[in-house]
């Protein structure tokens, strides 16, 4: 998917205006739940998502949907990563 595809998805699907998020490499974050939903793509490096019961490995131009409440950790590779961020509140 490209920068352009995923902003346009962000904005049909109701999510807001998105930011950069940077994650240093080799980060491994805790386990931690969000009170919004979050669209994230990789646009820079390697980014591992947990979640219970799979580790989702991405490149750049892969994407993810995590809802509010899923409990999940945030995982960079050896060269960090960038991913840009879409939020929106529960309904």
């Known amino acids: 998917m490209t920068e352009d595809e995923f902003r346009s998805e962000l904005a049909a699907q109701g999510y807001g205006e998105p930011r950069d998020a940077e994650f240093e490499p080799h980060a491994d974050g805790e386990l931690h739940s ?30 993810c949907e995590v809802s509010a409440g899923t409990l999940h950790s945030e995982m960079a590779g050896p060269v960090g990563a960038t991913l840009l961020v879409g939020t929106k509140q529960p309904a």
Not at 35 to 63: I, K, Q, Y
């Open 34 to 63: 969000h009170e919004f939903s979050a669209m994230a793509m990789v646009t820079r490096g390697e980014f591992r998502l947990g979640l219970e019961d799979e580790t989702r490995v991405m490149g750049v131009g892969d994407w």
